[in-house]
């Protein structure tokens, strides 16, 4: 029997972070999908990886800042989350999966939740502990990686009402999916970088002849 899960939204991803199996059929069965909570957690994906870059405790710190580049971590986080979400969603028809593109971001961002947790654990940590204890930080940057899988298998196997290997076949095809779009992403970008450099060479040389 079903416990009252009238629940506010944000409480939502702490509640499938705890219940990893369960929890996503519950929020299924309320229909509680709430984007703006989805969005707020990308966010701090981005926000906790940017701090990663130049919090970290200097022993564990890895990232020269004086040349850090916020470019590649928005690309890191945000662009290949949405990446994610597109390419999941493009081949549910062919997998006969039953989640529109809402659901699936919803999900897929609340899995998220405890990798962001313990990256802000691993972050603190960084900056108390010393460097013979590196074992811990180790230890919490990969369990909080394995837990927030384990939740986005589950997430995706209940919005797609799919069985476990259909799960992992479907998101196995949307790591190749996500290599298609951002390859189609970036043969876009210099198209377009070429298309802006022949106009604006043609501006160039048309304002040089009206000049004389």
């Given at each position: ?106 999900v897929s ?26 074992a811990f ?22 919005v797609h ?52």
């Amino acid at each position: 029997m079903r416990f009252d899960l009238d629940m506010p939204a944000w409480k939502w991803p702490f509640y499938v972070a705890k219940h990893p199996f369960e929890g996503f059929e519950d929020l299924r069965w309320k229909k509680a999908y709430n984007m703006k909570v989805a969005l707020v957690i990308v966010l701090c994906l981005f926000l906790v990886t940017v701090c990663q870059h130049v919090m970290t405790g200097f022993l564990f710190n890895t990232t020269y800042v004086k040349i850090f580049n916020i470019v590649p971590l928005l690309v890191q986080t945000i662009v290949l989350f949405f990446t994610w979400v597109v390419g999941n969603w493009s081949l549910c028809t062919l997998f006969d999966g039953e989640g529109n593109m809402k659901s699936i971001c919803v999900v897929s961002a609340y899995a998220l939740v405890p990798y962001i947790i313990t990256q802000v654990v691993v972050i603190i940590a960084s900056n108390i502990l010393e460097r013979n204890e590196e074992a811990f930080i180790i230890f919490f940057q990969y369990f909080g990686i394995l837990w927030s899988v384990v939740l986005m298998i589950s997430g995706i196997k209940t919005v797609h009402q799919y069985t476990i290997p259909k799960t992992l076949i479907a998101m196995i095809f949307t790591v190749f999916a996500m290599v298609i779009i951002l390859f189609i992403m970036v043969l876009l970008m210099s198209l377009f970088q070429q298309v802006y450099i022949f106009i604006y060479t043609i501006y160039t040389e048309l304002m040089y002849r009206f000049s004389l």
